[in-house]
Nanobody, 119 residues
Framework: HVQLVESGGGSVQAGGSLKLSCSFS??????MGWFRQPPGKEREGVAA???????FHADSVKGRFTISRDAVKNILYLQMNSLEPEDKAMYYC????????????????WGQGTQVTVS
């Protein structure tokens, strides 16, 4: 059974940084990703890391956000720099019980989300 718990959200000014964390249980080499849902909009993929360590980032966050994973501690991270008001959203951690995936893959397990506000 996979459980995901996000933390690290908050309110920052434009140009600031935040680091999101997602503690997870289960196989540490699963596909995992960060998704977000801005107010009034559909959920979108932000970044993903597959079981081989390959990472994928949405064009809108490339160069600003970085996904990483500590396989020993079972924590997924999203380092967010140069935050913009458009990054305001609820951010979700997700996992899929497979090793190959990218941002367009299906993810089966989801956390409750952590709110990020940029002003």
């Amino acid at each position: 059974h996979v459980q995901l718990v996000e933390s690290g959200g908050g309110s920052v000014q434009a140009g600031g940084s935040l680091k999101l964390s997602c503690s997870f249980s289960g196989y540490s080499r699963y596909c995992m990703g960060w998704f977000r849902q801005p107010p009034g909009k559909e959920r979108e993929g932000v970044a993903a890391i597959n079981g081989f360590g390959n990472t994928f980032h949405a064009d809108s966050v490339k160069g600003r956000f970085t996904i990483s994973r500590d396989a020993v501690k079972n924590i997924l991270y999203l380092q967010m720099n140069s935050l913009e008001p458009e990054d305001k959203a609820m951010y979700y951690c997700a996992a899929a019980p497979k090793r190959w995936c990218d941002l367009n893959s299906q993810y089966d397990y989801w956390g409750q989300g952590t709110q990020v506000t940029v002003s």
